[in-house]
């Protein structure tokens, strides 16, 4: 075996330690044959393939609340289609994955798989992509050669170490768009050095790799919120190069403005999307930064401490151990030193730069440091950390085999040195590999992943059936794991007619009825028709009390056919006969009030219906409201419910929840379906008697901004009444008869407490008013008080119940009080005064005559008394 030539070895000190290491040139004897190299890079990439695609359907057990939510924008997308950059609802997305799993979709049928697929190929293609990085930084002129560490080596360590890290692993097997970010990056990082950075640069292919560096810049602003964090890593480059080199500023700042220029073009959708919709800029951002809490900077510390502790320490993440195997951990500190020593160093600078950028989101966010997608926020980091931890293993390596060879451990032959470096990415497989995939599939997999198989068992039975008629409960067919599974059979989803139901049942196919177990009665349900693969899901209205009441009793009288099982053999349905004479099924009429109201052109109020109508302190009322959406809803809205007494107009009850009807969020109602929902309010026992009503709308959770109302402007709806008595309302003292104005209003009675009062005190009265009709006019009542020669002595004006009860809001045949205090002059003689009352409209101040040609005005009998 021959010796290492002593020209590559500059010092060795006489007590045997290692001098410097500047001119054994390691990186001049090639790691691996040329032959070997892409064998060894192919096996890690499969290996990384088998890692994300083993038992994929299983594990995780059932789709997250997140995926599914994914999956439906994804259908949703490419069944309209629907072409947008970004989705508003979920606190706002972008929308590039979305498109490529519906794609998938298309192709290969719905299913946990094909929806998880996506993350599987973004994963693993992550991995020659980090390596070709890897290659590229360390081949850097003037960076890692200083201390001549083999590029081939580092690169392969990098990849290798993704390939096997537990979080990449756990990421590219479950279904969240920002597992495509880190492809689009490393390809970005790529071709932004092969045209930032090239000896004897051809200006074409130069300017080449930074428009395509450029257009993938610009490519990442449609994958994951993260991406808005590029554009400074690279503007704090550009900046550290034109102070590093300042002979060539106007070549580079050429440069930088061709690779903004395409960035630029390519986001061009996106930027103008925010400026059509700029709620939706922030949304998301607002929701989680640490500036919007009290003391963000304790917040912030308190997020450098957790992460901390959830990379490098037990017990924090994902199944108990550390997010960082032990191997990589001591070449990221290793690696960190390195770079850090050689920070002017451009590759250093960079990576370094691109580390803390991608660290920044999940410091600066509100964290639940419990939940499984944490680490997401920072995934721009991970490809950084992986490099700089191959940065660190890579000079670990060739120190301890330079100290080996000058103990005469081993032989320094040319072969040693290839097998050598041959056996640092297998070594790093096994002893990080090994327990990565043990912890994962065997660990995490038998004991933390506590997902229910709920969803998919009830959508594996209902995607089963071929001809049956299901009725189905819509917590099993909304729920939304299920609801994705759902769509491949039944895409449709309609609202279902009695006539719809009796041609269906003519038909003569079984029927059946899903109940959860060890429930007898659910209040809304969907009927599943299979017909053929394109079959429709039918929304029933919400059943009544008595319907409710009706399946239970029926229930308790039969048998069950079957069971729906989960894993455990547990019972999750019970599966009943269904039959058209079933006692819950006829479809009762709903006194429904009509509105046809519009909330900013997407939503519509089609009506509205409430009971009971009159009711005492501590019983509930309940509202059912009608929606429909107009075009395909871009958002995530909020409904509120304000329930308030007119007379004190005191809030007595509120709602503020997502606007999912009986369903699902509003985003995912099909155009023209109408959508039933239902809210209850329990009125406390100290209640006042009176009337009250219900103020509604919607609005946008970020900013809280709400949707205008296009009938009327305003931003929220009145609607609704009923009246709270604790006794019924006594009769008038005086009874009036034969006092109408017009058609539509009845004067029926007074009540006068105190008929003899002195000047300067204020005389209280109430007027009793009957509608006769439905009112449409807000009305005035005007109140004189007349002397013996018919002067007007004192007068108020005041619309019924001083302004909190219009007469708009009146029902037909309703008798409503109208108490009035006026005050009276001190200077009143005494004797005898008249009441004058009457109505007028108080934009023209015409009056509202009395029936049957008499004045537009009425004075009562009953006379006042002042006595001084």
Not at 55 to 61: C, I, S, V
Not at 97 to 107: E, I, T
Request: proline residues 8%.
């Amino acid at each position: 075996m021959g010796k290492i030539p002593t020209s590559q070895i500059r010092t060795f000190r006489e007590d045997g330690k290692i001098g410097k290491l500047e001119e054994y040139n390691l990186s001049k004897l090639p790691a691996f044959q040329p032959s070997i190299l892409p064998i060894f890079l192919v096996l890690i990439i499969i290996l990384a393939f088998g890692l994300r695609v083993f038992q994929l359907n299983t594990l995780p057990l059932s789709l997250s609340l997140d995926e599914a939510v994914d999956g439906l924008d994804a259908l949703l997308l490419v069944r309209l289609p629907w072409l947008t950059p970004f989705l508003q609802n979920n606190f706002g997305r972008e929308t590039l994955f979305f498109y490529l799993q519906g794609l998938l979709l298309k192709l290969t049928g719905i299913s946990i798989f094909s929806l998880r697929f996506a993350s599987v190929l973004a994963g693993t293609l992550t991995i020659p992509l980090l390596y070709a990085v890897g290659k590229r930084l360390a081949l850097e002129r003037s960076t890692f050669n200083v201390q001549r560490l083999n590029p081939t080596t580092l690169s392969l360590l990098a990849a290798a170490g993704l390939a096997v890290s537990y979080w990449h692993i756990y990421f590219s097997r479950v279904s969240l768009r920002a597992i495509l970010l880190p492809p689009l990056l490393l390809g970005l990082i790529y071709c932004f050095w092969r045209g930032w950075d090239s000896p004897q640069p051809r200006e074409k292919r130069r300017q080449g790799w930074l428009l395509a560096a450029g257009f993938l810049l610009g490519l990442t602003f449609y994958t994951y919120l993260a991406a808005r964090l590029l554009p400074g890593l690279f503007l704090i480059f550009f900046v550290f190069e034109l102070i590093r080199n300042k002979s060539v500023h106007l070549a580079k700042l050429l440069d930088f403005l061709l690779f903004c220029s395409a960035a630029a073009i390519t986001a061009l959708p996106l930027l103008l999307y925010f400026q059509q919709n700029p709620q939706a800029l922030n949304s998301r951002t607002e929701a989680i930064s640490i500036f919007t809490t009290d003391a963000p900077l304790i917040v912030l510390v308190e997020n450098f401490l957790a992460l901390l502790r959830l990379h490098f320490l037990a017990h924090t993440w994902l199944g108990q151990w550390p997010a960082l195997d032990a191997v990589s951990t001591v070449g990221l500190l290793v690696g960190l030193s390195f770079c850090l020593y050689h920070f002017k160093k451009p590759a250093c600078f960079f990576i370094l730069l691109w580390w803390l950028i991608g660290t920044a989101p999940v410091l600066l966010s509100k964290q639940d440091w419990t939940a499984t997608t944490t680490l997401l926020r920072g995934l721009i980091a991970w490809p950084a950390l992986y490099l700089i931890s191959a940065t660190g293993l890579t000079f670990l390596s060739q120190r301890l085999f330079i100290w080996l060879t000058h103990q005469k451990t081993i032989h320094h032959s040319p072969f040693t040195i290839h097998n050598s470096q041959f056996l640092l990415p297998f070594l790093l497989l096994a002893f990080a590999g090994l327990p990565n995939t043990y912890n994962y599939f065997a660990i995490w997999a038998t004991t933390y992943n506590d997902f229910s198989d709920h969803p998919p068992a009830i959508a594996r039975y209902l995607n089963r059936q071929t001809d049956q008629l299901t009725l189905t409960p819509l917590k099993f067919y909304a729920e939304t794991a299920a609801n994705f599974l759902l769509q491949d059979r039944y895409p449709n989803l309609l609202n279902l007619d009695e006539a719809t139901l009796q041609r269906l049942f003519a038909s003569n196919r079984p029927a059946v009825y899903l109940l959860p177990d060890r429930s007898s009665a659910e209040s809304a349900f969907a009927l599943l028709v299979p017909d053929d693969g394109r079959g429709t899901a039918y929304l029933l209205p919400p059943l009544t009390r008595l319907q409710i009441e009706a399946l239970a009793a029926h229930t308790r009288r039969i048998a069950p056919l079957t069971t729906v099982l989960d894993r455990e053999q547990e019972p999750i349905a019970q599966v009943y006969p269904l039959t058209p004479t079933a006692p819950f099924l006829p479809f009762p009429e709903s006194p429904r009030q009509p509105l046809q109201v519009s909330f900013n052109q997407t939503i519509r109020l089609t009506d509205f219906w409430l009971e009971p109508r009159i009711l005492k302190p501590g019983e509930t009322v309940t509202l059912y409201l009608n929606w429909q959406a107009q075009q395909p809803i871009d958002g995530d809205y909020y409904l509120f419910i304000h329930l308030f007494d007119v007379a004190g107009r005191q809030r007595w009850g509120q709602v503020n929840v997502p606007l999912t009807g009986v369903l699902f969020d509003a985003h995912r109602w099909p155009v023209g379906l109408t959508v039933p929902d239902r809210h209850q309010f329990t009125l406390p026992a100290d209640a006042p008697d009176g009337v009250y009503r219900f103020e509604v709308g919607l609005y946008y959770p970020a900013s809280q901004q709400r949707l205008p109302t296009t009938t009327t402007g305003e931003d929220s709806l009145i609607l609704g009444k009923f009246h709270v008595w604790r006794q019924p309302p006594p009769p008038p003292q005086y009874p009036l008869s034969d006092i109408q104005f017009d058609d539509s209003i009845a004067l029926v009675g007074l009540d006068l407490p105190v008929s003899s009062v002195s000047p300067g005190q204020t005389l209280a009265f109430s007027l009793h008013w009957q509608a006769l009709t439905a009112i449409p006019q807000n009305y005035t009542v005007f109140v004189h008080l007349l002397d013996a020669a018919g002067t007007i002595r004192a007068q108020q004006d005041a619309a019924p119940q001083q302004g909190r009860y219009p007469t708009s809001w009146w029902d037909p045949d309703e008798t409503v009080i109208d108490s009035y205090a006026l005050p009276l002059p001190s200077d009143l003689a005494s004797g005898s005064y008249t009441l004058r009352v009457g109505l007028y409209e108080p934009e023209t101040g015409l009056r509202l005559p009395l029936k049957n040609g008499g004045p537009d005005f009425v004075d009562l009998p009953e006379s006042i008394k002042l006595q001084n």
